[in-house]
């Protein structure tokens, strides 16, 4: 009788392990910052939701750095895509290599204040974006924020194009990048944000664009970088999305909390982020980065040199969504 009892407390013990084993499965998350930065909390956010809304049958781990892609951020929405990574916090930029119509994002001043973000994202353009991703095989559940790209150097205030001339700049992902610092006469180098930080400690190159919330946390002004320019010329929405196998072995219960959650992260990381961007400009200037804001004719200067790119790059980013973009900004 004893014994019996003792066996059926560990077929009872055995029968729970599967179980457990079969549902508590562990996804990686891939992000390209750690939580030391608004985008890393975004990713530990959703992992902390899904982990409660879950009652922890669910467990996000959070991979920063792109480390899963050794380092090379454009290739994570290829290993998403196939599987290699089940989850990812990902920037548009990264991933535009693969999804032409992401670079509707990085066209220098298309949006000019955080309103502007909003309408596209939220409205009929953010849609056919997340249709794209869909089309090229990823999954999109939501919107977070890595922020508006300032420009900072080591050498001299940048007020102007011709202040620009011949300057070599650090560019990320996207040839678009490379478009535009040509076209504004300076001399773009495309390389991760691994290789970033010793190139401006080396000097092999003069500048960088990135949001404060990047240069304020990695300390960007320790690598010579005194002079930063607020252009705001674009920002970069990041995208929280699964991996298409992954997302099939969900129930629809668990897509739509999964879905949720991510949603919910997103929306706390953009007011986070966005609310502490002015003491991060205050701490910036605390440590002597001499900090440049361009009045509204100076400003225009670098609207009209980056405006010939439009024509070329509607091409690959589609007429129609420009268009939405477009119409969703002006309705502001
Ligand atoms: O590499 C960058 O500049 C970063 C961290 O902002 C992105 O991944 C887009």
């Keep these: 009788m004893k014994l019996s009892r003792c066996f059926t407390a560990l077929a009872a013990a055995a029968a729970l392990t599967a179980a457990f084993s079969a549902h508590a499965r562990e996804y990686s998350v891939s992000t390209v910052l750690s939580d030391a930065f608004p985008w890393g909390q975004a990713a530990s956010k959703w992992a902390e939701l899904v982990k409660e809304r879950s009652e922890g049958r669910i467990t996000l781990r959070v991979y920063d750095n792109a480390q899963l892609v050794a380092g090379d951020q454009t290739k994570e929405f290829s290993a998403m895509r196939s599987g290699l990574i089940d989850m990812a916090v990902g920037s548009t930029i990264n991933w535009s290599p693969q999804v032409p119509e992401l670079n509707l994002f990085s066209l220098p001043f298309l949006v000019a204040d955080t309103a502007d973000t909003d309408a596209i994202t939220q409205g009929a353009a953010g849609e056919t974006v997340f249709k794209a991703i869909e089309k090229r095989g990823v999954v999109p559940l939501a919107w977070g924020e890595n922020g508006f790209r300032e420009l900072s150097n080591s050498k001299k205030p940048i007020r102007s194009p011709e202040d620009l001339k011949g300057m070599k700049i650090r560019v990320v992902g996207s040839p678009l990048f490379q478009d535009t610092f040509s076209i504004l006469g300076a001399n773009p180098t495309q390389m991760s944000w691994a290789d970033a930080k010793p190139a401006l400690t080396t000097g092999a190159v003069d500048g960088q664009e990135n949001p404060l919330s990047v240069f304020d946390v ?33 129930s629809a219960e668990d897509q739509a909390l999964l879905k949720q959650a991510a949603i919910d992260a997103g929306k706390w990381e953009i007011e986070k982020s966005r609310a502490e961007e002015a003491q991060r400009l205050a701490a910036i200037r605390e440590r002597g980065v001499q900090v440049i804001e361009l009045s509204a004719t100076e400003r225009q200067a670098f609207v009209e040199a980056t405006a010939p790119l439009y024509a070329k790059w509607e091409k690959r980013i589609g007429a129609d969504l420009l268009k939405a973009a477009r119409d969703a900004v002006a309705g502001n």
């Design 218 to 250: 990695a300390r960007i002004d320790q690598v010579d970088q005194k002079y930063l320019t607020l252009w705001g010329y674009m920002a970069d929405p990041l995208i929280f999305a699964v991996s298409p196998s992954v997302w099939k072995s969900f």
